[in-house]
């Protein structure tokens, strides 16, 4: 026995450092590659980045919002962390025969707490193969690969409860209550004699040690290089969720080589920074950022899970062949795999190499389907940044290759000559507040010239400016501030464009141009405070333009409205006889967190019924209007707005409501694609309110 145990201590340590150097080497190797990109500025925020880690790998919060799938994480999750002191437990016995864990009177209720811990894994494990296998969820993959986890997992599992069961018959303990699946498998097996139930117990002791330590080395190089990289990932996320970053356009100090070889976006792996690169080791492949996808839902090209994924595999690829570091360990089993080849052949290097991150890798198709509302970033479970990835790559397109669809192309010329994306003369930008003369809609200028101030600067937008539609919005709210005392004005004729359209298709060149226009006109009128109709300029204002040194009080239409109804400034009175559904903006909503507000001005109108898409709030689906789709037309697969009206048709409404002039024309188009739009009316929140407040008053005024 003596030579028996010392052949397996030395076999023990042998597999186990060898284990453990190709963890070790194989976490090294991604650690080099994700070096290769540029690097980061981190910048603090340590006790907000602990809570998000408290929050969605503790709290495991983003999963759990899909119940099933959630709740056999969580078992797994919690289990396994759990179950590592079983599986001490187990070497201890494996070691040293007849000993285990020095727990003293507590050792029974460990073992009794440990079995139903394994239960509960295995019970997950089932789960989790009915989900994929059986029930053949349509964001989940199939095939051993997927599966592959799940046959680790159970037999770690088994291999412990029949192992302890082996232990008992061994070393002639008794059945026991705390350990009851144990004494099943004893009370089984009680026929045979303790050298045969030895030589089992080894048996099952070698088979968890082997599956174990396969597990540790598999983790890093698949999919479950989650279990790693996400709470890194979620550690990293952005402060301000789908915040772009800003790009340096100051080439005074390069010489004139390197002018030469400048890109503006990510055109190659390595131009990303390298906390992106840490999204893509992230990624669990779970799919629920493609199953919310507006563009993927529709039939268009665009997968987010898969642009992750192909990325992820360039960079391994490439990574490979740059520092010359196995992609896959151990090398000898993966020699025929395309990042081994790389690293180990110079012509397969330089095949890798010469491909093309946009064309080979991802296609431009996939890139223009985004419509940057960021529900994968919202249902993604480790905190990828899908959205800002992608619009990196667009830069690329547009202002180093100079590639744009012909329409957005029209759209931009004509937002950089005029203004507006229709090009439509700009000195006609002030003409919307002809529409309706009972409203007091001064401009900054009027106001200085009668020496009198404001306190809030009106932000018209395109839309409000030149849309018919959307100027009925502009001076229904234009109207209510009257209604209310609230001093505000506009910049008229001067007033620009957010910027936002340019920055989401790719053109941050001309992004910054209108936003240092934009802020000498705030400046030169000392503007603090500014309220919008547009929850893009919204999100742009309050959170990209402090980048380039101006910050403000920045308000949604509705947050302004809010407080007005509340602190009783207006007074709904009018009954308004609907039942309505309200439709969240994405940038007003996923990117500013603004649920709450426009929801509670409807219910505080009499006789509104409100309900509620089966999407709504967080999981709200895209109207198709952002990221700049909304100057193009669909070609491919079905129409992304006319898909968001049919969810909204579900739950029989009279009137469909919205607090932003992109969603109210999609949706305002998608019932004339159905042919309700005669049943079926869509307001912006602030025009109910106005039918509300304002016809009851000009009735006593009459």
């Not at 799940?150 to 192992?163: E, K, N, R």
């Not at 009783?568 to 994405?586: M, V, W």
């Not at 689906?621 to 898909?643: D, K």
Request: with cysteine; glycine share 8%.
């Amino acid at each position: 026995m003596d030579t028996f145990l010392m052949i397996n201590w030395i076999a023990f340590i042998a597999i186990t450092g060898y284990a453990l150097f190709l963890f070790a080497k194989i976490i090294a190797t991604r650690v080099a590659y994700i070096r290769l990109g540029k690097k980061s500025e981190f910048d603090g925020e340590i006790k907000l980045r602990i809570q998000r880690i408290i929050k969605n790998v503790f709290g495991q919060s983003k999963l759990l919002k899909d119940k099933k799938s959630g709740t056999i994480h969580v078992m797994m999750f919690y289990g396994f962390i759990l179950v590592q002191f079983g599986a001490i437990d187990m070497f201890v016995k494996g070691l040293s025969p007849g000993n285990h864990l020095p727990f003293g009177v507590l050792y029974p209720g460990f073992v009794f707490f440990q079995e139903l811990v394994t239960l509960m894994i295995l019970v997950a494990v089932v789960w989790a193969f009915y989900r994929r296998y059986m029930e053949k969820l349509v964001r989940l993959k199939r095939g051993l690969k997927a599966g592959l986890v799940l046959i680790f997992i159970g037999t770690l599992m088994i291999s412990v409860l029949f192992g302890n069961g082996m232990a008992m018959i061994w070393h002639g303990h008794e059945l026991t209550w705390t350990e009851p699946v144990a004494s099943a498998v004893a009370g089984l097996f009680g026929g045979i004699s303790a050298g045969a139930a030895m030589v089992l117990f080894y048996i099952a002791w070698w088979v968890h040690t082997i599956t174990l330590l396969t597990f540790l080395v598999y983790v890093p190089q698949s999919k479950h290089a989650h279990l790693i990289a996400a709470p890194i990932n979620v550690f990293l996320t952005k402060k301000v969720p789908g915040k772009l970053e800003k790009i340096d356009f100051d080439l005074e100090d390069m010489d004139e080589e390197s002018e030469e070889e400048i890109a503006f976006g990510v055109g190659k792996v390595e131009d990303f920074k390298q906390h992106q690169m840490v999204d893509f080791y992230a990624c669990v492949e779970c799919g629920r950022c493609t199953d919310v996808c507006p563009a993927s839902g529709t039939g268009k090209m665009l997968s987010p899970m898969d642009i992750m994924i192909k990325v992820r595999d360039h960079l391994t690829e490439k990574g490979a062949a740059v520092t010359g570091k196995s992609a896959w360990v151990p090398s000898y089993a993966f020699s025929g795999t395309a990042g081994n080849q790389a690293s180990a052949s110079k012509e397969a290097a330089a095949s890798v190499q010469s491909m093309s991150l946009i064309g080979d890798v991802i296609t431009e198709e996939e890139l223009a389907g985004c419509t940057t509302c960021r529900n994968c970033e919202d249902a993604c479970p480790v905190n990828n940044e899908h959205v800002g990835t992608i619009i990196d790559m667009r830069r690329y397109l547009v202002m180093t290759e100079g590639k744009m669809d012909s329409e957005i192309q029209r759209a931009v010329m004509n937002i950089e000559r005029q203004g507006n994306p229709w090009g439509l003369s700009k000195k006609d930008r002030i003409k919307w507040r002809d529409e309706d003369k009972s409203a007091y809609i001064p401009t900054v200028k009027e106001l200085k010239k009668e020496d009198k101030s404001f306190e809030y600067l009106f932000w018209v937008s395109s839309m409000g400016s030149f849309d018919s539609r959307s100027q009925k919005i502009a001076l229904s709210f234009a109207k209510l501030m009257n209604q209310a005392g609230v001093s505000f004005a506009i910049l008229g004729n001067t007033e620009a464009n957010s910027g936002d359209t340019a920055r989401r298709i790719g053109n941050e060149f001309l992004f910054q141009e209108i936003a240092e226009k934009n802020i000498k006109q705030f400046t030169k009128n000392d503007v603090t405070k500014i309220v919008t109709i547009d929850p893009h300029a919204y999100n742009i204002f309050k959170n990209e333009y402090p980048d380039f040194g101006f910050e403000a009080e920045v308000y949604h239409h509705t947050q302004l409205l809010y407080d007005l109804v509340m602190s009783g400034k207006l007074k709904p009175q009018k009954a308004i006889n609907e039942r309505l559904t309200y439709h969240d903006s994405c940038y007003l909503g996923r990117y500013n967190g603004v649920y709450d507000p426009p929801r509670e001005i409807l219910k505080a109108i009499p006789g509104l019924e409100l309900v509620e898409m089966n999407r709504s709030r967080e999981n709200g689906m895209c109207c198709g209007a952002g990221g700049g789709l909304m100057w193009t037309e669909e070609t491919t697969g079905n129409r992304i707005n006319v898909a968001r009206t049919e969810q909204a048709l579900q739950v029989q409404p009279s009137m469909i409501s919205s607090a932003c002039p992109y969603c109210l024309t999609m949706l305002s188009d998608g019932t004339k694609a159905k042919e309700v739009e005669e049943d079926i009316g869509t307001m912006d929140v602030a025009e109910i309110l106005a039918l509300s407040v304002l016809e009851e008053n000009e009735e006593k005024t009459a």
